[in-house]
């Protein structure tokens, strides 16, 4: 009687080991409260500088939302995208996608350097920019969710990887998808995700294809509202005012919510990338259209995204390290 007691036990101890400890003991995996012990007041700190930068600069929120996926698509999550060029190093700063274009490093910096008074050599840049990316969008009105940590930081940086990993805005729908799924992600993600731009600012160069030779047939893309095109040309010339910044989502431009999907609709993306969502793909469009119809389906699979997202390949256990500074590697 006693000993089939015990092997009752005993199978339902085995039962619980998978669904729990592994995550939690293991290298490989990221949770929630890895900082719970070592660093307890991180969250709070990266939230509070987030929040002073957001308050400050609007666009800051998008900014750093953006780094984050910047980061993840090259050499997964272990903050390469931060490192500075030196020595052998040739910064990701430097590549088609970044060049005069990512930014938000120095929001970077001061969390880093908050966290490291705080506690010395213990929270990952690669961390610092997953909460950042939550902070950020639950600041502009977006969802919440519980972010994974745990990434250590990477020893190099890869500027071909940002080059070739990270989609462009002229890719075909096809192109992109397939980045999306050599990262482990799926169309779901990437409709989710792209919502992204329903915050933030494009430079002219980002877009003027479409406002003037589309396809190489000198007219402009047909899937392109005209009037919103013709307001577009104004500040965005056939040649010079590469730099003029444009808000992604031109109905509210600084707060995260579903107009992204309904611009597209009304034929007022304003990337090539984002309107081929919608005309290039059924599946695609339709989640477009749910998104566009349903804000709180929008949020859930957003968060579900991100999460996702945020775990591309991180640097766990004892690979990779803990940088002091997130422009370079320890000394
Ligand atoms: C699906 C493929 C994607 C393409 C082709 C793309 C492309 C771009 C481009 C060209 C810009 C404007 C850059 C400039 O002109 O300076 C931009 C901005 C932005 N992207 Fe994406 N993006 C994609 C997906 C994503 C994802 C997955 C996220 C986040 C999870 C994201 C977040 C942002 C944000 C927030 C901005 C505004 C940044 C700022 O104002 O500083 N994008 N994107
Ligand atoms: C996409 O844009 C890049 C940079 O402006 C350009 O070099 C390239 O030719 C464009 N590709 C297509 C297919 O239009
Ligand atoms: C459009 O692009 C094509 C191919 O890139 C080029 O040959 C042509 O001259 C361009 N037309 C105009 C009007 O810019």
């Excluded at 669904?19 to 939690?24: Q, R, T």
């Excluded at 989609?167 to 995700?193: E, S, Y």
Aim: with cysteine; aromatic share 8%.
């Amino acid at each position: 009687m006693v000993k089939s007691i015990n092997f009752l036990l005993l199978l339902s101890l085995l039962a619980f080991v998978p669904s729990c400890h592994c995550k939690k003991k293991i290298g490989g995996y990221l949770y929630p409260q890895f900082y719970d012990g070592s660093c307890p007041r991180a969250q709070e700190i990266v939230q509070s500088i987030v929040a002073k930068a957001v308050a400050k600069e609007p666009r800051m929120a998008a900014s750093l939302l953006r780094l984050h996926f910047h980061d993840c698509f090259v050499k997964g999550c272990d903050a390469s995208v931060l490192l500075d060029s030196s020595g052998t190093i040739i910064s990701e700063k430097r590549s088609n996608p970044n060049r005069d274009s990512a930014r938000g490093f120095e929001v970077i910096d001061e969390i880093k350097s908050a966290l490291e008074k705080e506690c010395p050599h213990t929270v990952s840049c690669a961390d610092i920019l997953a909460l950042a990316a939550r902070d950020s969008t639950v600041l502009t009105g977006g969802p919440s969710w519980g972010v994974p940590l745990g990434r250590r930081d990477s020893l190099g940086a890869s500027i071909s990887g940002s080059n070739n990993n990270i989609p462009a805005p002229n890719n075909t729908f096809q192109t992109i998808l397939t980045k999306f799924k050599l990262k482990g992600l799926d169309i779901v993600d990437l409709v989710a995700l792209s919502g992204s731009h329903t915050i933030g600012n494009s430079r002219c160069t980002s877009f003027r294809q479409r406002l003037y030779n589309q396809t190489g047939n000198g007219k402009a893309d047909f899937t392109l509202d005209q009037v919103y095109a013709a307001e577009l040309r104004t500040r965005c010339p056939r040649s010079g005012g590469d730099q003029n910044l444009f808000v992604l989502d031109f109905v509210t431009p600084i707060k995260f919510d579903n107009f992204y999907y309904k611009n597209l609709l009304a034929n007022k993306g304003l990337l090539s990338s984002d309107e081929i969502l919608l005309t290039k793909n059924q599946v695609s469009a339709d989640l477009v259209k749910q998104y566009a119809e349903n804000n709180d389906l929008f949020f859930e699979q957003f968060a579900k995204s991100m999460v996702k997202m945020g775990n591309i390949t991180p640097l766990t256990g004892s690979r990779g390290e803990i940088r002091k500074n997130c422009r370079g590697i320890n000394k």
